[in-house]
């Protein structure tokens, strides 16, 4: 079973409470679905006593993964946070989802994170997604280390790992350990540390004994030994290091250690640690890593600030006692506490009881309106996965939760009321495949329209849209992944709800001139219904909208009912001609008609002008208009040519591609009804590897027999 929230707590497990910003590290797990983050997790939240046992995956009962939806799919759908301490030193491992659709969760454990630990399988090895992340890593100057886990599968290739990692990532990633083999000279039971040649001996479990390094093991690694001394002395701010190691000098391991710390918490030095989570080989190992090597906060450069008016504000300090300035990063409903928010702190200090300026702007666009209030924190808890734990305060640089903010968003600031400020956003992607969601009764209609409000509230990677054309409400995701995930936490809401088919906002217009006839006439007992008039229906260029002429000559149409015509043509061009859709681009001339003294009426001439436009458009060709978009699709080189024959098979123009540094642009005009799986299909086309981005440009004549075919379906 899933652990439920409890304000309460958990009996028996105290929460970590620091003092100084110095000795907390906040590390961002990051790696491909099924690369063992969550396992690894849970083993290191074990390992550390901060649990009695651990959880597995296949039965639902990891701490970080107790998202409904995580159980069912076993995998990680959101970001979870799990402290745990260690010689002192709070250790905030956040967990991320792997999968590409999930990619919203991994930003905002970027963003509350200080380091990134890459999880990689010793047997599935680097995947194309991981290289883009390691780069977004680095686009940030994001500190990294490397895991190498899964080593008891039966098909785990450490070597063949690293020498993965070392290829995909670049230089300076080395490992500091290598595996040592058991008596059956199959399973890792051991690790030698490259650094202080010390063995780490687990053959009798957790924790190892621990010993020095016999002379025949020191051959071996002499080589690897030698490359990763090199690259510490090379990083090392001692300018001497190198001339004593090169004349043949013995370098200590107190003189390495700490210029292996620091190259690691600058981001110039990425180490590689050999970790089995089943058999606890290597956990002490990466925790030794984590704490010495991450940077505290303190060392971590700060998002910038501004008044929530965007006046200049000075710098922020990981400061306990500076100006508080926290953001939530990650928002979720729960139905037995209400609103819960994941904080991180980036200066001064979180107390319960404290009134706090709540401020969100910049994602009007996406359903988050601009937003500031004022509200009271009664309480400041410390989040292990669903289980929230009352803490005194969170200082500068740590992670915290609160429950029902009223108005608390992912990505909203939160400040001290009387001196407001605004954090600078982090960037999201955009949401691109999209699902239409109804209701399946009236009475679900309420309690749709307030599940979608919580979802968008807490997920800044979904977009809710209500096309006032196609009269659908249209939910933007991530992905297939994504959306399943978004429907079922819908009806676990208890809504009844039914997706259906996504329309686009086609158009129509006259490809040619047509003349129009309209008689209204009827007669039944006192005044009856005349209007009759004749228009001329001439195509407009693109873009031009509608023009009504009034070229009546004789007194034809009384000057007084003009108005009900264009009205009652303005009515039909809104309702469409053929397929429903609104008619556009064109010019209407009412040049003659006839009126009778009693019987016309200002409706009778709506009537008859709807009629007129009727039956120019039986005389006329009528064609439906397409949405086209401009799309920009980023991809590796490799796939430029697949990705450009794909655009033309979908009716695209390719307009050429240019070299982006890491990979290729793909620039393209494709229509809007073939994008609607886009997002999907790009993914199984470039192996996860592939982005893009789209903007409407333009309406342009869709194939006859594509608006046969709309025809027909609107027909039925």
Same mark, same amino acid.
């Given at each position: /079973?899933?652990?439920?929230?409890?304000? #309460?707590?958990?009996?028996?497990?105290?929460?970590?409470?620091?003092?100084?910003?110095?000795?907390?590290?906040?590390?961002?797990?990051?790696?491909?679905?099924?690369?063992? #983050?969550?396992?690894?997790?849970?083993?290191? !939240?074990?390992?550390?006593?901060?649990?009695?046992?651990?959880?597995?995956? +296949?039965?639902? +009962?990891?701490?970080?993964?107790?998202?409904?939806?995580?159980?069912?799919?076993?995998? &990680?759908?959101? $970001?979870?946070?799990?402290?745990?301490?260690?010689?002192?030193?709070?250790?905030?491992?956040?967990?991320?989802?792997?999968?590409?659709?999930?990619?919203?969760?991994?930003?905002?454990? !970027?963003?509350?994170?200080?380091?990134?630990?890459?999880?990689?399988?010793?047997?599935?090895?680097?995947?194309?997604?991981?290289?883009?992340?390691?780069?977004?890593?680095?686009?940030?100057?994001?500190?990294?280390?490397?895991?190498?886990?899964?080593?008891?599968?039966?098909?785990?290739?450490?070597?063949?790992?690293?020498?993965?990692?070392?290829?995909?990532?670049?230089?300076?990633? /080395?490992?500091?350990?290598?595996?040592?083999?058991?008596?059956?000279?199959?399973?890792?039971?051991?690790?030698?540390?490259?650094?202080?040649?010390?063995?780490?001996?687990?053959?009798?479990?957790?924790?190892?004994?621990?010993?020095?390094?016999?002379?025949?093991?020191?051959?071996?690694?002499?080589?690897?030994?030698?490359?990763?001394?090199?690259?510490?002395?090379?990083?090392?701010?001692?300018?001497?290091?190198?001339?004593?190691?090169?004349?043949?000098?013995?370098?200590?391991?107190?003189?390495?250690?700490?210029?292996?710390?620091?190259?690691?918490?600058?981001?110039?030095?990425?180490?590689?640690?050999?970790?089995?989570?089943?058999?606890?080989?290597?956990?002490?190992?990466?925790?030794?890593?984590?704490?010495?090597?991450?940077?505290?906060?303190?060392?971590?450069?700060?998002?910038?600030?501004?008044?929530?008016?965007?006046?200049?504000?000075?710098?922020?300090?990981?400061?306990?006692?500076?100006?508080?300035?926290?953001?939530?990063?990650?928002?979720?409903?729960?139905?037995?506490?209400?609103?819960?928010?994941?904080?991180?702190?980036?200066?001064?200090?979180?107390?319960?009881?404290?009134?706090?300026?709540?401020?969100?702007?910049?994602?009007?666009?996406?359903? *988050?309106?601009?937003?500031?209030?004022?509200?009271?924190?009664?309480?400041?808890?410390?989040?292990?996965?669903?289980?929230?734990?009352?803490?005194?305060?969170?200082?500068?640089?740590?992670? @915290?939760?609160?429950?029902?903010?009223?108005?608390?968003? +992912?990505?909203?600031?939160?400040?001290?009321?009387?001196?407001?400020?605004?954090?600078?956003?982090?960037?999201?992607?955009?949401?691109?495949?999209?699902?239409?969601?109804?209701?399946?009764?009236?009475?679900?209609?309420?309690?749709?329209?307030?599940?979608?409000?919580?979802?968008?509230?807490?997920?800044?990677?979904?977009?809710?849209?209500?096309?006032?054309?196609? *009269?659908?409400?249209?939910?933007?995701?991530?992905?297939? &992944?994504?959306?399943?995930?978004?429907?079922?936490?819908?009806?676990?809401?208890?809504?009844? $709800?039914?997706?259906?088919?996504?329309?686009?906002?086609?158009?129509?217009?006259?490809?040619?001139?047509?003349?129009? *006839?309209?008689?209204?006439?009827?007669? &039944?007992?006192?005044?009856?219904?005349?209007?009759? @008039?004749?228009?001329?229906?001439?195509?407009?260029?693109?873009?031009?909208?509608?023009?009504?002429?009034?070229?009546?000559?004789?007194?034809?149409?009384?000057?007084?009912?003009?108005?009900?015509?264009?009205?009652?043509?303005?009515?039909?061009?809104? #309702?469409?001609?053929?397929?429903?859709?609104?008619?556009?681009?064109?010019?209407?001339?009412?040049?003659?008609?006839?009126? *009778?003294?009693?019987?016309?009426?200002?409706?009778?001439?709506?009537?008859?002008?709807?009629?007129?436009?009727?039956?120019?458009?039986?005389?006329?060709? !009528?064609?439906?208009?397409?949405?086209?978009?401009?799309?920009?699709?980023?991809?590796?080189?490799?796939?430029?040519?697949?990705? /450009?024959?794909?655009?033309?098979?979908?009716?695209?123009?390719?307009?050429?591609?240019?070299?982006?540094?890491?990979?290729?642009?793909?620039?393209?005009?494709?229509?809007?009804?073939?994008?609607?799986?886009?997002?999907?299909?790009?993914?199984?086309?470039? &192996?996860?590897?592939?982005?893009?981005?789209?903007?409407?440009?333009?309406?342009?004549?869709?194939?006859?027999?594509?608006?046969?075919?709309?025809?027909?379906?609107?027909?039925?």
């Amino acid at each position: /079973m899933a652990q439920k929230t409890s304000e #309460k707590g958990l009996a028996g497990a105290a929460a970590p409470v620091v003092t100084e910003p110095g000795r907390v590290r906040n590390v961002v797990l990051v790696g491909h679905s099924g690369s063992g #983050k969550t396992t690894l997790v849970e083993a290191l !939240l074990a390992a550390t006593g901060t649990i009695p046992r651990a959880g597995t995956v +296949t039965d639902g +009962t990891t701490v970080t993964d107790h998202d409904p939806a995580a159980i069912r799919q076993q995998r &990680s759908v959101a $970001l979870a946070c799990a402290p745990l301490m260690h010689d002192g030193v709070k250790i905030n491992l956040l967990d991320t989802p792997g999968y590409a659709d999930f990619v919203g969760e991994l930003r905002a454990g !970027l963003r509350a994170a200080d380091a990134a630990l890459f999880v990689v399988s010793a047997v599935d090895g680097v995947d194309e997604s991981t290289v883009a992340l390691w780069e977004e890593c680095a686009a940030v100057g994001m500190p990294r280390a490397v895991a190498i886990t899964r080593l008891d599968h039966p098909r785990a290739d450490y070597e063949e790992a690293l020498q993965d990692c070392q290829e995909a990532f670049g230089d300076n990633v /080395m490992p500091i350990y290598q595996p040592m083999l058991g008596d059956d000279g199959q399973s890792v039971a051991g690790l030698l540390g490259l650094v202080t040649l010390r063995v780490l001996d687990y053959s009798q479990g957790y924790p190892p004994r621990a010993g020095e390094a016999e002379p025949e093991h020191l051959n071996p690694i002499a080589d690897d030994r030698n490359q990763l001394i090199e690259g510490i002395i090379a990083e090392s701010e001692d300018e001497t290091l190198m001339d004593r190691y090169v004349a043949g000098e013995l370098i200590s391991t107190e003189a390495l250690v700490p210029d292996l710390e620091k190259a690691v918490a600058r981001g110039n030095f990425y180490p590689v640690i050999p970790v089995c989570a089943g058999t606890g080989v290597g956990l002490d190992a990466l925790l030794d890593g984590l704490v010495g090597g991450a940077p505290s906060p303190l060392e971590h450069e700060l998002p910038v600030v501004t008044g929530v008016d965007g006046s200049p504000r000075p710098p922020l300090t990981c400061d306990p006692d500076g100006p508080l300035v926290a953001e939530v990063v990650r928002t979720t409903i729960d139905r037995h506490v209400g609103r819960v928010s994941l904080v991180r702190v980036f200066s001064g200090t979180l107390r319960p009881d404290q009134t706090l300026h709540v401020s969100g702007h910049g994602m009007a666009e996406r359903g *988050h309106p601009d937003h500031d209030a004022d509200e009271r924190v009664a309480h400041v808890y410390a989040p292990l996965g669903a289980q929230l734990r009352e803490v005194p305060y969170c200082i500068a640089g740590d992670l @915290c939760a609160i429950t029902k903010s009223g108005s608390a968003e +992912t990505g909203d600031t939160l400040s001290s009321k009387d001196d407001p400020l605004l954090m600078e956003p982090w960037s999201m992607p955009e949401p691109l495949l999209p699902i239409a969601v109804v209701a399946k009764t009236r009475s679900d209609e309420d309690a749709l329209a307030k599940n979608l409000g919580r979802l968008v509230a807490g997920d800044p990677t979904l977009r809710l849209e209500r096309n006032p054309e196609t *009269h659908q409400q249209v939910l933007w995701t991530m992905g297939e &992944s994504h959306a399943d995930v978004v429907l079922d936490r819908l009806r676990a809401g208890g809504v009844e $709800l039914d997706t259906e088919p996504v329309k686009v906002a086609l158009r129509e217009t006259f490809g040619a001139e047509a003349k129009g *006839h309209g008689r209204h006439v009827k007669q &039944s007992g006192g005044h009856g219904q005349y209007a009759v @008039c004749d228009i001329e229906v001439s195509p407009l260029p693109r873009g031009e909208g509608f023009q009504f002429v009034d070229k009546v000559v004789g007194g034809a149409v009384p000057h007084n009912y003009i108005p009900s015509v264009e009205k009652g043509v303005r009515a039909q061009l809104e #309702k469409g001609l053929v397929a429903g859709y609104p008619v556009v681009d064109l010019k209407v001339t009412l040049y003659d008609g006839k009126a *009778h003294s009693v019987d016309s009426s200002d409706a009778a001439f709506q009537t008859a002008g709807a009629l007129a436009l009727r039956a120019a458009a039986e005389n006329g060709q !009528l064609t439906l208009l397409e949405p086209v978009d401009e799309i920009l699709v980023k991809v590796p080189e490799n796939y430029v040519g697949a990705v /450009m024959s794909d655009l033309s098979g979908r009716r695209g123009r390719p307009m050429g591609s240019e070299s982006d540094g890491d990979g290729s642009l793909v620039r393209a005009e494709v229509p809007a009804t073939e994008l609607i799986r886009y997002a999907v299909e790009l993914r199984a086309l470039t &192996s996860g590897t592939g982005t893009f981005t789209r903007r409407y440009v333009r309406h342009e004549p869709m194939p006859p027999h594509l608006t046969d075919a709309v025809r027909k379906e609107h027909a039925r």
